[in-house]
């Protein structure tokens, strides 16, 4: 069965810190993996997905075959990036699984 | 030129209505979802279309009824509506195998 597991659900970190979110998936195919982003009150934006590689707003994930995992992270964190953060998984059905989330909070 | 929109943005209304929200997509998807996020920010699967047709059904109460007139719009009709459907629904849309982009949502308070 598909799962995303977001372990944490808040995570508190000084402006200027690393940041991780993590996330791991259980699938037993090749997953698509994505990050997604809401700020307050707001849509979901799609923050980064794994085939694509790229960066943005300074966030990267790679994903890890071996450890089941597409963690993101920032090298330095910046005070407009708290927000709610999901890792999303597709198996290719037209089904998009959501961890519960990870509420970053970034301390000034 | 909104992606995803959907009306109404807010809706409040007592127990045992029946309402619904409307969804429509301006991208040419094949695919449209209806998400529910609950007020623990949980967000779970309800439906997907895949050009007017279900394909995914999860488990959800038959009281909810999507209706898919055509690929660019997804409706939610909610019938006897119950305090544990307070929630903020999210229809999205893709082209599989591509990322979901999500309305803005509604969120509907039942009291």
């Known amino acids: 069965a598909q799962r995303v597991t977001q372990p944490e659900k808040l995570l508190s970190v000084f402006k200027g810190a690393p940041v991780e979110l993590k996330c791991n998936y259980s699938y037993s195919g090749s997953p698509e993996l994505f990050w997604y982003v809401q700020y307050s009150r707001q849509r979901l934006q799609l923050l980064l997905r794994?085939?694509s590689r790229e960066s943005i707003k300074g966030f990267t994930a790679d994903l890890n075959k071996g450890e089941t995992s597409f963690h993101l992270k920032k090298p330095f964190a910046q005070e407009e990036d708290s927000a709610m953060y999901y890792c999303a998984l597709s198996g290719g059905d037209d089904k998009i699984i959501f961890g519960k989330g990870t509420r970053l909070h970034i301390l000034p | 030129d909104t992606a995803v929109s959907q009306t109404p943005k807010y809706l409040v209304t007592q127990m045992g209505n029946d309402k619904s929200i409307k969804c429509e997509q301006n991208l040419g998807h094949d695919t449209m979802y209806w998400y529910k996020q609950d007020s623990k920010k949980f967000l779970k699967i309800m439906f997907s279309?895949?050009?007017?047709?279900?394909?995914i059904n999860e488990t959800v109460p038959n009281r909810f009824s999507p209706k898919s007139p055509d690929k660019a719009h997804l409706n939610l009709h909610i019938n006897s509506l119950e305090l544990g459907d307070s929630a903020v629904y999210f229809c999205?849309?893709?082209?599989?195998?591509?990322?979901?982009?999500f309305g803005p949502g509604t969120r509907l308070t039942v009291t």
């Open positions: 279309y895949n050009n007017k047709e279900l394909i």
């Open positions: 999205a849309s893709s082209q599989p195998p591509g990322a979901p982009y």
């Open positions: 794994h085939i």
